[in-house]
Protein backbone atom coordinates (compact mmCIF):
# COMPACT_ATOMS: atom_id res chain seq x y z
CA UNK A 1 0.00 0.00 0.00
CA UNK A 2 3.01 2.24 0.91
CA UNK A 3 4.79 1.47 -2.36
CA UNK A 4 1.53 2.45 -4.33
CA UNK A 5 1.06 5.35 -2.32
CA UNK A 6 5.25 5.95 -3.65
CA UNK A 7 4.36 5.54 -6.96
CA UNK A 8 1.16 7.93 -7.08
CA UNK A 9 3.26 10.54 -5.10
CA UNK A 10 6.01 10.53 -8.26
CA UNK A 11 3.16 10.26 -10.81
CA UNK A 12 2.02 13.48 -9.74
CA UNK A 13 5.53 15.20 -9.29
CA UNK A 14 6.16 14.05 -12.90
CA UNK A 15 3.24 15.47 -14.16
CA UNK A 16 3.26 18.74 -12.54
CA UNK A 17 6.94 19.17 -13.59
CA UNK A 18 6.04 18.55 -17.34
CA UNK A 19 3.48 21.00 -17.07
CA UNK A 20 6.04 23.65 -15.48
CA UNK A 21 8.26 22.83 -18.08
CA UNK A 22 5.45 23.23 -20.97
CA UNK A 23 4.29 26.16 -19.40
CA UNK A 24 7.77 27.51 -19.04
CA UNK A 25 8.60 26.82 -22.40
CA UNK A 26 5.68 28.80 -24.21
CA UNK A 27 6.92 31.77 -21.90
CA UNK A 28 10.05 32.23 -23.08
CA UNK A 29 9.19 31.39 -26.65
CA UNK A 30 6.33 34.61 -26.57
CA UNK A 31 8.89 36.42 -24.70
CA UNK A 32 10.91 35.80 -27.97
CA UNK A 33 7.94 36.58 -30.23
CA UNK A 34 7.58 39.94 -28.17
CA UNK A 35 11.09 41.15 -28.74
CA UNK A 36 10.87 40.02 -32.96
CA UNK A 37 7.76 42.85 -32.70
CA UNK A 38 10.08 45.58 -31.42
CA UNK A 39 12.53 45.45 -34.18
CA UNK A 40 12.23 46.49 -37.35
CA UNK A 41 15.20 44.57 -39.48
CA UNK A 42 17.05 41.39 -38.28
CA UNK A 43 20.37 42.82 -38.39
CA UNK A 44 19.06 45.31 -35.34
CA UNK A 45 19.35 42.33 -33.33
CA UNK A 46 23.07 42.18 -33.15
CA UNK A 47 24.76 41.17 -30.16
CA UNK A 48 21.52 42.19 -28.05
CA UNK A 49 21.95 40.34 -24.49
CA UNK A 50 18.13 39.97 -23.78
CA UNK A 51 17.72 38.08 -27.37
CA UNK A 52 21.35 36.00 -26.50
CA UNK A 53 19.76 35.45 -23.22
CA UNK A 54 16.32 33.82 -24.63
CA UNK A 55 18.43 31.66 -27.31
CA UNK A 56 20.61 29.88 -24.71
CA UNK A 57 17.45 29.39 -22.74
CA UNK A 58 15.32 27.27 -25.60
CA UNK A 59 18.53 25.86 -26.48
CA UNK A 60 19.18 24.31 -23.13
CA UNK A 61 15.33 23.01 -23.29
CA UNK A 62 16.63 20.44 -26.08
CA UNK A 63 14.69 18.36 -27.81
CA UNK A 64 11.35 19.25 -25.80
CA UNK A 65 10.87 22.42 -27.41
CA UNK A 66 11.54 21.33 -30.78
CA UNK A 67 7.52 20.66 -31.30
CA UNK A 68 7.16 23.86 -30.42
CA UNK A 69 9.12 25.54 -32.15
CA UNK A 70 7.85 23.59 -35.44
CA UNK A 71 4.28 25.00 -34.60
CA UNK A 72 5.39 28.34 -34.88
CA UNK A 73 7.26 28.27 -37.96
CA UNK A 74 4.96 27.11 -39.68
CA UNK A 75 2.01 29.57 -38.50
CA UNK A 76 2.03 32.65 -41.32
CA UNK A 77 0.02 35.03 -38.82
CA UNK A 78 3.21 35.32 -36.61
CA UNK A 79 5.63 37.93 -37.30
CA UNK A 80 8.24 36.30 -40.09
CA UNK A 81 10.99 38.08 -38.40
CA UNK A 82 9.95 35.90 -34.83
CA UNK A 83 9.53 32.59 -37.29
CA UNK A 84 13.31 33.87 -38.75
CA UNK A 85 14.68 33.94 -34.81
CA UNK A 86 12.77 30.09 -34.28
CA UNK A 87 14.38 28.62 -37.52
CA UNK A 88 17.80 30.23 -35.76
CA UNK A 89 16.51 27.88 -33.02
CA UNK A 90 15.35 24.69 -34.70
CA UNK A 91 19.26 24.72 -35.71
CA UNK A 92 21.12 25.08 -32.26
CA UNK A 93 18.52 23.41 -30.12
CA UNK A 94 20.78 20.85 -28.24
CA UNK A 95 19.90 16.72 -28.39
CA UNK A 96 18.85 16.47 -31.84
CA UNK A 97 17.64 13.23 -32.81
CA UNK A 98 18.39 12.38 -36.58
CA UNK A 99 14.63 11.95 -37.17
CA UNK A 100 14.80 15.15 -35.25
CA UNK A 101 17.06 16.78 -37.80
CA UNK A 102 14.76 15.34 -40.81
CA UNK A 103 11.50 16.46 -39.59
CA UNK A 104 12.86 20.02 -39.30
CA UNK A 105 14.35 19.49 -42.77
CA UNK A 106 11.01 18.98 -44.29
CA UNK A 107 9.48 22.14 -42.70
CA UNK A 108 12.07 24.11 -43.65
CA UNK A 109 12.24 23.02 -47.26
CA UNK A 110 8.19 24.10 -47.38
CA UNK A 111 9.15 27.05 -46.35
CA UNK A 112 12.31 27.41 -48.62
CA UNK A 113 10.04 26.13 -51.41
CA UNK A 114 6.78 28.98 -51.01
CA UNK A 115 7.55 31.86 -53.22
CA UNK A 116 4.51 33.68 -51.05
CA UNK A 117 6.84 33.53 -47.75
CA UNK A 118 8.73 36.18 -47.18
CA UNK A 119 12.38 36.11 -49.21
CA UNK A 120 14.53 36.70 -46.02
CA UNK A 121 12.85 34.13 -44.03
CA UNK A 122 13.10 31.60 -47.10
CA UNK A 123 16.67 32.66 -47.74
CA UNK A 124 17.11 31.42 -44.09
CA UNK A 125 15.42 28.32 -44.28
CA UNK A 126 17.99 27.85 -46.31
CA UNK A 127 20.76 27.97 -44.49
CA UNK A 128 19.67 26.05 -41.64
CA UNK A 129 18.50 23.07 -44.46
CA UNK A 130 22.41 23.29 -45.33
CA UNK A 131 23.74 23.42 -41.69
CA UNK A 132 21.37 20.55 -40.56
CA UNK A 133 21.79 18.56 -43.85
CA UNK A 134 25.47 19.59 -44.52
CA UNK A 135 28.82 18.09 -43.68
CA UNK A 136 27.71 18.02 -40.09
CA UNK A 137 24.49 16.10 -40.01
CA UNK A 138 23.29 13.25 -37.85
CA UNK A 139 20.90 12.15 -40.92
CA UNK A 140 21.94 9.27 -43.50
CA UNK A 141 23.29 10.05 -46.52
CA UNK A 142 19.69 9.49 -48.42
CA UNK A 143 17.65 12.04 -46.56
CA UNK A 144 20.41 14.32 -46.58
CA UNK A 145 20.94 13.75 -50.49
CA UNK A 146 16.75 14.64 -50.59
CA UNK A 147 17.56 17.71 -49.23
CA UNK A 148 20.37 18.37 -51.47
CA UNK A 149 18.25 18.43 -54.32
CA UNK A 150 15.48 20.09 -52.82
CA UNK A 151 18.19 22.91 -52.67
CA UNK A 152 18.97 22.81 -56.56
CA UNK A 153 15.45 22.55 -57.46
CA UNK A 154 15.05 26.31 -55.98
CA UNK A 155 18.06 26.82 -57.23
CA UNK A 156 17.25 25.93 -61.66
CA UNK A 157 14.24 28.12 -61.45
CA UNK A 158 15.04 30.83 -62.81
CA UNK A 159 11.85 32.83 -61.85
CA UNK A 160 12.87 32.69 -58.46
CA UNK A 161 14.38 35.80 -56.58
CA UNK A 162 17.83 36.02 -57.27
CA UNK A 163 19.14 36.08 -53.93
CA UNK A 164 17.62 33.40 -52.99
CA UNK A 165 19.32 31.27 -55.56
CA UNK A 166 22.30 32.88 -54.68
CA UNK A 167 21.55 31.63 -51.01
CA UNK A 168 21.09 27.74 -51.79
CA UNK A 169 24.30 28.17 -54.26
CA UNK A 170 26.26 29.18 -51.74
CA UNK A 171 25.42 27.11 -49.13
CA UNK A 172 25.27 23.85 -51.01
CA UNK A 173 29.03 24.11 -50.10
CA UNK A 174 28.39 22.80 -46.98
CA UNK A 175 27.34 19.37 -49.26
CA UNK A 176 30.67 19.63 -50.94
CA UNK A 177 32.42 17.06 -48.89
CA UNK A 178 29.56 14.39 -48.95
CA UNK A 179 27.95 14.76 -52.84
CA UNK A 180 30.23 17.53 -54.25
CA UNK A 181 30.93 14.71 -57.15
CA UNK A 182 27.24 14.62 -57.23
CA UNK A 183 26.37 18.07 -57.87
CA UNK A 184 28.98 19.64 -59.53
CA UNK A 185 27.23 18.69 -62.94
CA UNK A 186 24.30 21.23 -61.58
CA UNK A 187 26.88 24.12 -60.54
CA UNK A 188 29.09 23.93 -63.88
CA UNK A 189 25.50 25.01 -65.34
CA UNK A 190 24.68 27.24 -63.01
CA UNK A 191 28.38 28.95 -63.30
CA UNK A 192 27.14 29.77 -67.22
CA UNK A 193 24.13 31.48 -65.98
CA UNK A 194 22.78 35.11 -67.21
CA UNK A 195 23.69 36.64 -63.67
CA UNK A 196 26.73 37.35 -63.12
CA UNK A 197 26.06 36.92 -59.23
CA UNK A 198 24.58 33.62 -59.22
CA UNK A 199 27.97 32.71 -62.01
CA UNK A 200 30.58 34.10 -59.77
CA UNK A 201 28.90 32.33 -56.24
CA UNK A 202 28.45 28.87 -57.93
CA UNK A 203 32.38 29.60 -59.34
CA UNK A 204 33.37 29.64 -55.79
CA UNK A 205 31.04 26.39 -54.53
CA UNK A 206 32.73 24.38 -57.70
CA UNK A 207 36.41 25.41 -56.21
CA UNK A 208 35.55 24.07 -52.77
CA UNK A 209 33.93 20.91 -54.48
CA UNK A 210 37.36 20.56 -56.50
CA UNK A 211 39.24 21.07 -53.28
CA UNK A 212 38.03 18.51 -51.24
CA UNK A 213 36.79 16.11 -53.93
CA UNK A 214 38.93 12.44 -54.13
CA UNK A 215 37.46 12.27 -57.03
CA UNK A 216 40.26 13.13 -59.55
CA UNK A 217 37.78 13.46 -62.77
CA UNK A 218 35.97 16.07 -61.13
CA UNK A 219 38.85 17.92 -60.21
CA UNK A 220 40.23 18.23 -63.54
CA UNK A 221 37.06 18.75 -65.06
CA UNK A 222 36.08 21.55 -62.89
CA UNK A 223 40.12 23.72 -63.48
CA UNK A 224 38.85 22.58 -67.28
CA UNK A 225 36.59 24.90 -66.98
CA UNK A 226 37.87 27.68 -64.46
CA UNK A 227 40.54 27.65 -67.34
CA UNK A 228 38.63 27.99 -70.48
CA UNK A 229 35.74 30.50 -68.68
CA UNK A 230 39.04 32.55 -68.14
CA UNK A 231 39.58 32.93 -71.79
CA UNK A 232 35.78 34.29 -72.44
CA UNK A 233 34.07 35.93 -68.60
CA UNK A 234 34.47 39.26 -68.79
CA UNK A 235 32.80 40.18 -66.00
CA UNK A 236 35.31 41.41 -62.99
CA UNK A 237 33.36 39.99 -60.32
CA UNK A 238 33.19 36.22 -61.97
CA UNK A 239 36.25 36.93 -62.84
CA UNK A 240 37.76 37.29 -59.62
CA UNK A 241 36.24 33.70 -58.49
CA UNK A 242 37.90 32.32 -61.80
CA UNK A 243 41.31 33.82 -60.18
CA UNK A 244 40.56 32.41 -56.94
CA UNK A 245 40.12 28.92 -58.15
CA UNK A 246 42.97 28.50 -60.13
CA UNK A 247 45.27 30.02 -57.39
CA UNK A 248 43.14 28.08 -54.88
CA UNK A 249 43.65 24.69 -57.54
CA UNK A 250 47.06 25.73 -58.01
CA UNK A 251 46.32 25.20 -62.28
CA UNK A 252 49.46 25.46 -63.99
CA UNK A 253 47.39 24.81 -67.41
CA UNK A 254 46.44 28.99 -66.61
CA UNK A 255 50.16 29.67 -67.02
CA UNK A 256 49.70 30.74 -70.78
CA UNK A 257 46.99 32.90 -70.36
CA UNK A 258 48.79 34.41 -67.37
CA UNK A 259 51.67 35.46 -69.25
CA UNK A 260 49.55 37.17 -71.92
CA UNK A 261 47.93 39.06 -69.41
CA UNK A 262 51.05 39.64 -67.84
CA UNK A 263 51.52 41.41 -71.05
CA UNK A 264 48.59 43.08 -72.48
CA UNK A 265 46.01 42.78 -69.60
CA UNK A 266 44.30 40.58 -71.91
CA UNK A 267 42.46 37.78 -69.30
CA UNK A 268 43.16 38.83 -66.08
CA UNK A 269 44.66 42.61 -64.25
CA UNK A 270 48.85 42.13 -64.58
CA UNK A 271 48.66 42.88 -60.85
CA UNK A 272 47.26 39.65 -60.82
CA UNK A 273 48.85 37.97 -63.26
CA UNK A 274 52.34 38.98 -61.73
CA UNK A 275 50.91 36.88 -58.44
CA UNK A 276 50.06 34.39 -59.81
CA UNK A 277 53.11 33.79 -61.82
CA UNK A 278 55.13 33.96 -58.75
CA UNK A 279 53.69 31.39 -57.45
CA UNK A 280 54.26 29.14 -60.15
CA UNK A 281 57.40 29.99 -60.18
CA UNK A 282 57.26 30.60 -64.14
CA UNK A 283 61.35 31.47 -65.24
CA UNK A 284 59.77 32.61 -68.48
CA UNK A 285 57.82 35.10 -66.82
CA UNK A 286 61.11 37.23 -65.73
CA UNK A 287 61.36 39.51 -68.55
CA UNK A 288 58.20 40.53 -68.39
CA UNK A 289 58.30 41.09 -64.24
CA UNK A 290 61.34 42.68 -64.37
CA UNK A 291 59.77 45.19 -67.04
CA UNK A 292 57.09 45.71 -65.04
CA UNK A 293 59.08 46.76 -61.93
CA UNK A 294 59.17 50.12 -63.87
CA UNK A 295 55.26 51.00 -63.85
CA UNK A 296 56.12 51.84 -59.99
CA UNK A 297 54.95 55.26 -60.38
CA UNK A 298 51.80 54.49 -62.53
CA UNK A 299 50.75 51.18 -60.90
CA UNK A 300 52.13 50.08 -57.62
CA UNK A 301 50.17 46.80 -57.06
CA UNK A 302 52.05 45.11 -60.41
CA UNK A 303 55.36 46.80 -59.46
CA UNK A 304 54.48 45.11 -56.28
CA UNK A 305 53.77 42.15 -57.00
CA UNK A 306 56.14 41.63 -59.61
CA UNK A 307 58.61 42.07 -57.10
CA UNK A 308 57.10 39.53 -54.70
CA UNK A 309 57.09 36.81 -57.67
CA UNK A 310 60.96 37.52 -59.01
CA UNK A 311 61.80 36.76 -54.99
CA UNK A 312 59.90 33.46 -55.45
CA UNK A 313 61.29 32.62 -58.55
CA UNK A 314 64.63 33.10 -57.35
CA UNK A 315 66.11 34.31 -60.95
CA UNK A 316 69.41 36.26 -59.90
CA UNK A 317 68.70 38.66 -63.23
CA UNK A 318 66.10 39.97 -61.01
CA UNK A 319 68.45 41.61 -58.35
CA UNK A 320 69.97 44.68 -60.04
CA UNK A 321 66.01 45.96 -61.17
CA UNK A 322 65.17 45.10 -57.89
CA UNK A 323 67.81 47.00 -56.12
CA UNK A 324 66.86 49.83 -58.04
CA UNK A 325 63.64 49.46 -57.02
CA UNK A 326 64.25 49.59 -53.61
CA UNK A 327 66.27 52.66 -54.43
CA UNK A 328 63.73 54.90 -56.19
CA UNK A 329 60.81 54.04 -55.20
CA UNK A 330 58.30 56.44 -54.15
CA UNK A 331 55.02 54.09 -52.97
CA UNK A 332 55.92 51.85 -50.58
CA UNK A 333 57.05 48.69 -52.89
CA UNK A 334 60.82 49.14 -51.98
CA UNK A 335 59.34 46.75 -48.93
CA UNK A 336 58.35 43.99 -51.72
CA UNK A 337 61.67 44.68 -53.25
CA UNK A 338 63.80 44.19 -49.81
CA UNK A 339 61.72 40.76 -48.85
CA UNK A 340 62.23 39.74 -52.67
CA UNK A 341 66.61 40.93 -52.46
CA UNK A 342 66.78 38.57 -49.18
CA UNK A 343 64.68 35.83 -50.77
CA UNK A 344 67.00 35.83 -53.59
CA UNK A 345 70.21 36.01 -51.09
CA UNK A 346 71.34 39.15 -52.51
CA UNK A 347 74.29 40.16 -50.10
CA UNK A 348 75.03 43.15 -52.43
CA UNK A 349 71.52 44.43 -51.81
CA UNK A 350 72.69 45.14 -47.69
CA UNK A 351 74.13 48.73 -48.56
CA UNK A 352 71.19 49.79 -50.23
CA UNK A 353 68.82 48.14 -47.74
CA UNK A 354 70.48 50.50 -44.90
CA UNK A 355 70.68 53.55 -46.92
CA UNK A 356 67.31 53.54 -47.39
CA UNK A 357 66.48 52.25 -43.63
CA UNK A 358 68.13 54.96 -42.57
CA UNK A 359 66.75 57.52 -45.23
CA UNK A 360 62.70 56.46 -44.04
CA UNK A 361 60.70 58.52 -41.96
CA UNK A 362 58.78 55.91 -40.36
CA UNK A 363 60.71 52.45 -39.10
CA UNK A 364 59.84 49.78 -41.91
CA UNK A 365 59.70 45.85 -40.79
CA UNK A 366 60.28 44.29 -44.17
CA UNK A 367 63.63 46.40 -44.75
CA UNK A 368 64.63 44.97 -41.01
CA UNK A 369 63.11 41.77 -41.64
CA UNK A 370 65.23 41.62 -44.86
CA UNK A 371 68.57 42.93 -43.66
CA UNK A 372 68.36 39.89 -40.89
CA UNK A 373 67.24 37.13 -43.14
CA UNK A 374 70.48 38.40 -45.29
CA UNK A 375 72.75 37.66 -42.32
CA UNK A 376 73.82 41.19 -42.51
CA UNK A 377 75.29 42.08 -38.43
CA UNK A 378 76.55 44.93 -39.41
CA UNK A 379 72.25 46.65 -39.78
CA UNK A 380 72.30 45.88 -36.02
CA UNK A 381 72.93 49.15 -34.67
CA UNK A 382 70.78 50.85 -37.00
CA UNK A 383 67.53 48.61 -36.43
CA UNK A 384 67.88 49.07 -32.75
CA UNK A 385 68.54 52.89 -33.21
CA UNK A 386 65.33 53.01 -35.48
CA UNK A 387 63.36 51.07 -32.64
CA UNK A 388 63.98 53.64 -30.31
CA UNK A 389 62.29 56.40 -32.46
CA UNK A 390 58.97 54.80 -32.95
CA UNK A 391 55.84 56.19 -31.33
CA UNK A 392 53.92 52.77 -30.09
CA UNK A 393 56.89 50.54 -29.09
CA UNK A 394 54.02 47.81 -28.41
CA UNK A 395 53.13 47.18 -32.13
CA UNK A 396 56.94 46.27 -32.97
CA UNK A 397 57.19 43.72 -30.20
CA UNK A 398 57.04 40.73 -33.09
CA UNK A 399 60.62 42.81 -35.71
CA UNK A 400 62.21 43.30 -31.75
CA UNK A 401 61.36 39.63 -30.47
CA UNK A 402 63.21 38.80 -34.32
CA UNK A 403 66.18 40.84 -33.65
CA UNK A 404 67.55 39.26 -30.11
CA UNK A 405 67.23 35.85 -31.94
CA UNK A 406 69.23 37.68 -34.73
CA UNK A 407 71.93 39.06 -32.05
CA UNK A 408 72.06 35.37 -30.51
CA UNK A 409 73.02 34.10 -33.79
CA UNK A 410 69.74 32.11 -34.97
CA UNK A 411 68.76 32.20 -38.64
CA UNK A 412 66.05 34.31 -39.61
CA UNK A 413 63.58 33.21 -42.09
CA UNK A 414 61.26 35.55 -44.51
CA UNK A 415 57.81 35.30 -42.89
CA UNK A 416 55.93 36.37 -45.70
Not at 55 to 74: E, F, H, M, T, W
Not at 79 to 90: A, E, G, N
Not at 198 to 204: E, F, G, V
Given at each position: MRRHGLLLMLLFFCQMYGETSQREMERTLRRLEKFAGKIEKMSDVNWNPVYA??????????????????????DKSK????????????IFVEGKTPDDQWLICKVLLEIAEDRNENVELRKNSVDA???LAGASSLMDDERRREVMKGLIKIAEDEGE???????VLRDLARFAKPFGDEMHESLLRFAEDRHRD???????TLVIIARLTENETVRDKIKSFLVEEMQVEEDNLVKDQIIFGIKT???KEAIPYLLESLKTGKYCHKAVAAEL???FKVKEAVPLLIEALKEDNRDCMLSGNAAEALGKIGDKRAIKPLIDLLRESKTGTWADAAIALARLNAVEAIGPMMEKFKALKHFDEEIAMALMALNAREAIPLIEERLKEVSHPQAYRG???MLEKFKKGEKIEIRR
Open positions: GLCRKINSYGRAVIPLLLRDVQDWKYRYMVIDRLLSRALWLRWEIRAISISLKILGMIKE
